[in-house]
């Protein structure tokens, strides 16, 4: 009897084994591998290393504005001298100043930044380093202005009597990460002027702030004011309240004949009288 030839072929001879296509997948990953290996060796890969970003952290502005400075120092990484054409920034606020134009190889070169602060709040700054033929370096600086914090009182200066003593109240704000335990900061002092006896005879904490650093913490003082020689008082005689290295205030003092005045702490506050130490 004669038989029709099958018209089905086995499947391994329809199409590649299984073995192959994988093969064929994995040559196919390992040369795009190489590739890309190439590439960041050769070409992708930055000409010069070293930090790219630096972050300052809150910035205290006391005055019109905050000036920091970081030194990015960076590595020619190729046995080749390598050409700065160009640095410049992506905001005023960024001056750089690189200390040479020419890498030698392998050299390590320092790439000096002011980043200056005049308002509260996030502050960024790029710096782009263009390299001839070679692909540029940018580096970034970070930083979160935030307001000085003074000593203030309720009055603009204090008046002292023959007979009686004079009560002075004041308050001070500080940021929590000034001192390692904001609920144990150090007690003010008081410097008088020749003629006056002065002393604080209240420190207390009205609010501990966070330490996340965005939120003052708040402090309520207490300072009595004595005259014990009116004649010894110069005429521009000042009380100097000090915190801390960081906080001053300055009262100026004078002889009143209706008796001590008060400053109360239900009365507004005001800056009047504050002025920030110096740094």
């Known amino acids: 009897m004669k038989m029709d030839p099958p018209t089905d072929l086995p ?16 040559v196919i990953a390992f040369v795009l591998g190489a590739l890309l290996l190439v590439y960041w060796l050769v070409i992708g890969r930055p000409v010069l290393t070293g930090e790219r970003e630096h972050d300052f952290g809150f910035v205290t502005i006391d005055g019109e504005l905050a000036a920091v400075e970081h030194t990015f120092r960076l590595r020619n990484r190729l046995r080749e001298p390598v050409q700065v054409e160009n640095v410049h920034t992506s905001c005023g606020c960024m001056t750089p100043d690189l200390e040479k134009e020419i890498i030698g190889p392998g050299e390590e070169i320092e790439l000096k930044t002011i980043l200056e602060l005049r308002r509260v709040g996030p502050r960024h700054a790029g710096v782009i380093v263009q390299l001839e033929g070679h692909p540029h370096v940018e580096l970034s600086v970070r930083a979160i202005g935030r307001p000085a914090q003074r000593l203030r009182t309720a009055r603009n200066g204090v008046a002292v009597g023959a007979d009686n003593r004079a009560r002075v109240t004041f308050f001070g704000s500080a940021w929590a990460d000034e001192w390692d335990d904001m609920t144990r900061a150090p007690r003010p002092t008081v410097e008088t002027p020749p003629g006056i006896r002065a002393e604080v005879t209240e420190w207390r904490l009205r609010n501990a702030g966070g330490r996340d650093g965005r939120t003052p913490a708040d402090w309520q003082g207490m300072i009595e004011v004595g005259l014990e020689d009116a004649t010894a008082l110069e005429e521009d005689a000042e009380l100097l309240i000090r915190w801390g290295s960081a906080h001053e205030l300055a009262l100026p003092i004078t002889v009143s004949s209706e008796g001590p005045t008060a400053a109360l702490p239900g009365e507004p506050e005001s800056q009047a009288g504050s002025v920030p130490a110096d740094r």
Do not use: D, N
């Not at 499947?11 to 994995?26: D, L, M, T, Y």
């Open 11 to 26: 499947a391994e001879r329809a199409r590649p084994s299984q073995a192959r296509v994988a093969a064929f997948i994995g």
